[in-house]
């Protein structure tokens, strides 16, 4: 296993371009997604685009909405073995 070698970071990723990316995942329209989750569809478009900051309460109700971890939507490029050995 020693001529395995870790992938290179290639892209940093923002905390609005998770939520597009895991929104388009599954096929919802930000339309969709703001119905679901209960907030302005402009919110939906701010955040995406970085406008709007995302914050924990709206990371929490769009990751029900999207069954995911809140931290994966605030914290995208979070390395965790790095930060463990830190």
């Given at each position: 296993m020693s001529d395995i070698?870790?992938?290179k970071r290639r892209v940093t990723v923002s905390p609005g371009e998770s939520l597009?990316?895991?929104r388009e995942l599954q096929e919802l329209s930000q339309?969709?997604?703001a119905e679901l989750a209960?907030?302005?569809?402009?919110?939906?478009?701010g955040i995406e685009r970085g406008r709007v900051n995302l914050g924990v309460e709206r990371a929490k109700?769009?990751?029900?909405?999207?069954?995911?971890?809140?931290a994966v939507l605030v914290f995208p490029g979070w390395d965790v073995h790095a930060e463990s050995a830190a």
């Open positions: 070698r870790r992938a597009r990316i895991i339309n969709q997604l209960g907030m302005p569809q402009s919110t939906i478009s109700s769009l990751a029900r909405v999207l069954k995911c971890h809140p």
